[in-house]
């Protein structure tokens, strides 16, 4: 259980915060999810969007956050020098 889950107490909120974790680390499409969950796109919309404000807010790393790996594009240079003008 994440920590703002943990100190909501509200226990709808707690309920539905797990329903968007689950949401994020299962991959399915929201409409997909929401008919498997028995939920309305627009509940888990509204539900999502309080998440994600509340780790905003809070200056904390989502939950669900993971490493991207950058790929260098495909150029005849490494490494381009540009001129610093003042």
């Given at each position: 259980?994440?920590?703002?889950?943990?100190?909501?107490?509200?226990?709808?909120?707690?309920?539905?915060?797990?329903?968007?974790?689950?949401?994020?680390?299962?991959g399915l499409?929201?409409?997909?999810?929401?008919?498997?969950?028995?939920?309305?796109?627009?509940?888990?919309?509204?539900?999502?969007?309080?998440?994600?404000?509340?780790?905003?807010?809070?200056?904390?790393?989502?939950?669900?956050?993971?490493?991207?790996?950058?790929?260098?594009?495909?150029?005849?240079?490494?490494?381009?020098?540009?001129?610093?003008?003042?």
């Open positions: 259980m994440s920590t703002f889950i943990q100190a909501m107490g509200n226990s709808l909120s707690e309920e539905m915060f797990r329903l968007v974790e689950r949401y994020y680390q299962n499409p929201h409409k997909a999810f929401c008919e498997q969950e028995g939920i309305s796109v627009k509940k888990l919309a509204y539900w999502a969007t309080q998440y994600r404000r509340y780790y905003q807010k809070n200056r904390m790393v989502h939950a669900c956050a993971q490493f991207i790996a950058l790929q260098p594009g495909k150029s005849s240079k490494v490494c381009e020098v540009l001129p610093l003008v003042y």
